[in-house]
């Protein structure tokens, strides 16, 4: 069973610039989050999608964060723009209905913002 | 705010050595779950625990949670240098929001 895909890799921008992430989850995972790890620190959930709808952006900073997953399927993060403070990994998550607890994560997306 | 602290936060021992990572909470959690994450990579899963007093052995890894459900700990019998990387304990809340700790680098020498 393939994993969480994720691209790019790693990303370098300079401030004020745009930059987006893309996550294809595991096939038949209805349930997809975005989380934003930064240097040393544990994950931080940015946004929870639940198919197509959105369950929790709480934390999402929606001044320069947005998010979607129009099909229910993959799913992009964006910044815009980006602030130094946005330097981060950038990990994507999915889950199947009914073993919401097992969460199983991409390798995510190296953010540098200059 | 729900918080998870771990402790220690870094933790460099030699192989052979026992070692146990804390994790605490002010809040109470239904479950809590401890993940391991190498350099380059996605957290992965290692053990779900549930029950308050709850303890599951994983090989050489023993996880406890505490009575209370708010603080759980995770015991390395005789490291190995396969088991070095970043310990996170995440609890677990509503529509299953995971809330990470602030996780414990653990290095272990040859």
């Known amino acids: 069973e393939a994993g969480v895909a994720q691209s790019p890799r790693y990303k370098i921008i300079e401030k004020r610039q745009s930059v987006a992430f893309w996550c294809n989850p595991i096939?038949?995972?209805?349930?997809l989050y975005w989380y934003q790890q930064i240097l040393g620190q544990g994950p931080k959930l940015l946004i929870q999608?639940?198919?197509?709808?959105?369950?929790?952006d709480s934390q999402l900073p929606k001044d320069r964060f947005s998010a979607e997953r129009l099909k229910g399927v993959d799913s992009t993060l964006k910044i815009q723009p980006a602030k130094l403070e946005d330097s981060a990994v950038y990990l994507c998550?999915?889950?199947?209905?009914?073993?919401?607890?097992?969460?199983?994560f991409g390798p995510g997306t190296r953010l540098l913002v200059l | 705010t729900q918080l998870l602290e771990q402790s220690p936060q870094f933790l460099s021992i030699q192989e052979g050595e026992n070692l146990t990572v804390y994790c605490n909470s002010s809040s109470v959690f239904s479950s809590l779950q401890w993940y391991r994450q190498e350099p380059g990579e996605g957290p992965v899963l290692l053990v779900t625990?549930?029950?308050?007093?709850e303890v599951k052995k994983l090989k050489r890894l023993t996880f406890q949670f505490g009575d209370a459900r708010k603080d759980s700990s995770l015991h390395i019998t005789a490291a190995q240098p396969g088991d070095t990387g970043l310990y996170l304990c995440a609890g677990v809340g509503a529509t299953n929001k995971l809330i990470f700790g602030t996780g414990t680098l653990l290095a272990v020498q040859p």
């Open positions: 096939s038949g995972h209805a349930t």
């Open positions: 999608f639940q198919n197509n709808g959105v369950v929790d």
């Open positions: 625990v549930v029950t308050g007093g």
């Open positions: 998550a999915s889950s199947y209905p009914g073993d919401g607890e097992t969460q199983y």
